[in-house]
């Protein structure tokens, strides 16, 4: 799961290194409308719809806050 | 607040287009995407199509063509309306009310009720609940609400949050007293310290317009805009809709004694087509039940979008089938309105172009 969300990230920010990075949101990598393109790359990936309430910057601010967040709407390893 | 109507119901719908359509594929170069992630967000928010207003056009001149062309086709009769509930948020002018100048190009009657609502995205439920409580009084018994917005020239063209997304148009909605006894469920919300998640800074009496405020600024995200222009803080307006309108509808149905899949259609605000999507997932309500087709085709023109969703998905059901609808807005204010209602053989329901 995690290589599948360094991919996606990778796909939309090509210019950063996701690995490297401890807050993707204080450090600009990502901004409402890459969070947007990775929603729909993971609903998509993961046949899922990720809870309306729960796109919020905060949740995507590291790769292990998007695992918690896909374990919460259903997806496990 | 919970409303309540009886014997009242639309008896038709039209929608006007300005004829000037912009593609989303002929901007690309103006916004801060690549144009990979342009692609995505093309298939995702839905942009494509919009149709905007040519300069020097008014509210008030697609309100006429559209009132003229129902009078021209013996759609509608001048003597007939009591009173007329405008919702814009771009009038022609700070005085007089736009909707005083439509009844006075018009030749309408005098012996009538005019009034001018702003409102924003929640416009059209909003609207409609003002015309049903009009109907409650004896003398009136029909009143065309007319929305109509033309935010377009208010969006920066440098705003890839907004630019993208925003249509003008207008739609006029011809509600009446009926002798069927069904009811007609209403609710309407606010929220007021959400004021400046949507809001247009200058141009008012507090902030009148000035060189300065013509100024464009750039945010953190690439936006380039004005304190004249729009501006939307697009991550709490998500999320106000994600977290009030599911909710708002559970309410609504739960005072009518409805369930879920009793609706035939939810037709809701078009503000994005993810947007919409996320909804229908949240509420558990099928995509085929909830159209999310019209930004792509038309852009987003405020509270038009929903009559909008109605003349171009259902306009030849409308005229010989019934149904039971669900029609929801959401937006600047904060405000969040709804109404589930049978919508039935409609006199009309169509789409006409501006010119």
Redesign the interface.
Known sequence: MKEKIITFLTE?RPEFDFSESSNFIEE?ML???DI??LV?SLDEEFEI?I???E???ENFSSVEGIIQLLNKNGVTE | MNLKFRNKKITGILTVLPENEVNFDDEIDNYDFSRAQSMKLKLIMGYGKRRVVKEGTAVSDLCIYGMNYLFDKGLLKKEDIDGIVLVTQSPDHFVPATSHIIQGKLGLKQDMMLLDINQACSGYPVGLNQAFMLLDQEEVNKVVLLNADMMSSKVSAKDRGSRPLTGDAASITIVEKDSNDSTIYGTINVDGTGAESLIIPAGGFKMPSTPETAKLQTDKNGNSRALDHLVMKGDDVFNFVQKQVPPMIDNLLSKANCDKDDVDYYLFHQPNKFMLKKLADKMGVPHDKMPHNVVENFGNASGVSVPTAITFNLADKLLTESFLVCIAGFGAGLSWASLLMKLEKLDFCEMIDYK
């Open positions: 939309i600009g901004d409402s409308f947007v393109s729909a719809s809870d309306g309430t796109i919020l910057p």
